[in-house]
T-cell receptor, first 116, second 114 residues
Framework: AQKVTQAQTEISVVEKEDVTLDCVYE???????LFWYKQPPSGELVFLIR??????QNEISGRYSWNFQKSTSSFNFTITASQVVDSAVYFC?????????????FGKGTKLSVIP | NAGVMQNPRHLVRRRGQEARLRCSPM?????VYWYRQLPEEGLKFMVY????????ESGMPKERFSAEFPKEGPSILRIQQVVRGDSAAYFC????????????FGSGTQLSVL
């Protein structure tokens, strides 16, 4: 069975601060995929990134960066120079390869509040 | 290319009524998935459908819940005799192929049961 833990329930930062959202996952599958989604107050789920288990390179997209560490089963997400528009709930999710690949296991989310 | 369309965005029902949630997948996508988000929880998988077929309904409650994806028209998630515990956000996702490579979510339907 798969499991995703986002230990931080809520985080508040002041605008322009950097913030890291933690994600720890558990799976026995050797091929799997990790996702981050953003859910702003309007409710929709916005896809941010999908990373496969064979690619441990860190990724940067603008102010967003992701640190994938297989050794610690973590896939952390950092927002640099946070902005008010970053305020949202962020979900980390895990999907496996093969049968059942369509079932994503989500963490409970981290609510980020960026204070102006 | 329009995204995954869900309607209504908000649905209010009284206990015992029926709720019907609709999902139109992205153009070219023939695989539809329904997820439920209870308050302060992550999303949980409910059911996976292809056109006219239910592939996996392992996440669906055994009673009162059903889903379909007809040859023509949107996918429908139907909840009969709703109870307060059904209040949640219901998200639909679609993909062109089976799997999670390109999985796009709609904006969800917030169901409130009075």
């Amino acid at each position: 069975a798969q499991k995703v833990t986002q230990a931080q329930t809520e985080i508040s930062v002041v605008e322009k601060e950097d913030v890291t959202l933690d994600c720890v996952y558990e799976t026995r599958d050797t091929t799997y995929y990790l996702f981050w989604y953003k859910q702003p107050p309007s409710g929709e789920l916005v896809f941010l990134i999908r990373r496969n288990s064979f690619d441990e390179q860190n990724e940067i997209s603008g102010r967003y960066s992701w640190n994938f560490q297989k050794s610690t089963s973590s896939f952390n997400f950092t927002i640099t120079a946070s902005q008010v528009v970053d305020s949202a709930v962020y979900f980390c999710a895990l999907g496996v390869s093969g049968a059942g690949s369509y079932q994503l296991t989500f963490g409970k989310g981290t609510k980020l509040s960026v204070i102006p | 290319n329009a995204g995954v369309m869900q309607n209504p965005r908000h649905l209010v029902r009284r206990r015992g009524q029926e709720a019907r949630l609709r999902c139109s997948p992205m153009k070219g996508h023939s695989h539809v998935y329904w997820y439920r988000q209870l308050p302060e929880e992550g999303l949980k998988f409910m059911v996976y459908l292809q056109k006219e077929n239910i592939i996996d309904e392992s996440g669906m409650p055994k009673e009162r819940f059903s889903a379909e994806f007809p040859k023509e028209g949107p996918s429908i998630l139907r909840i009969q005799q709703v109870v307060r515990g059904d209040s949640a956000a219901y998200f639909c996702a679609s993909s062109p192929n089976r799997g999670n490579e390109k999985l796009f979510f709609g904006s969800g339907t917030q169901l409130s049961v009075l």
